[in-house]
């Protein structure tokens, strides 16, 4: 799980936003952990109180070098040297289903998981890299829901919206 991130964009520490009473880092950490992943957080040090929050839970700790994306992806490629499944702690809409379908199509190429929304291709922060894989695969999913993401205000009001409507246990189904 990616929660090393600036949250520029967004103005605040998107991952410290309460969500059903709990910082948001702490619902994704404990939604993608029950569904059975080896789950290790990968942080930097711009993000210490999600570590805080984060080592509470007992979560194992990775800290990258906090640079960008592509540049802690690639530090964790190192350290592994292995295919690793990534997603970032703001993917709140993931389930079970989305992953599974997913990694069942993880071949020797580094993929990325995206969907196609209003005749444009929308990342959902869900990737497959493949140490030494240069290109991405592009798997689409089919549900629209997954091209909300938390970067602005107006994504944050759009998911107090769909929380309100749809209560805290959905992000769990």
């Known amino acids: 799980m990616l929660a090393g991130g600036k949250s520029k964009r967004l103005g605040l520490n998107k991952l410290l936003i309460s969500v059903c009473g709990l910082p948001l880092v702490w619902v994704s950490f404990i939604k993608y952990k029950s569904l059975g992943l080896d789950l290790k957080v990968a942080v930097s040090k711009r993000t210490l109180n999600e570590i805080i929050f984060l080592k509470f839970l007992g979560a194992e700790i990775i800290e990258t070098p906090g640079k960008g994306y592509s540049e ?91 929380l309100w409507k749809n209560g805290c246990y959905s992000l769990f189904r």
Do not use: R, T
Request: aromatic content about 14%.
């Open 72 to 162: 802690d992806v690639g530090y964790l490629l190192k350290l592994y040297d292995e295919p690793i499944f990534l997603f970032s702690a703001d993917s709140i809409y993931l389930k079970k289903e989305h992953i599974k379908y997913f990694l069942s199509k993880a071949d020797n190429q580094s993929m990325s998981a995206a969907v196609k929304c209003c005749n444009k291709i929308v990342y959902v922060g869900m990737n497959y890299a493949v140490p030494g894989s240069q290109k991405d695969k592009i798997i689409f999913l089919n549900d629209k829901k997954l091209s909300y993401s938390i970067n602005v205000i107006e994504d944050l009001e759009v998911f107090k919206k769909w």
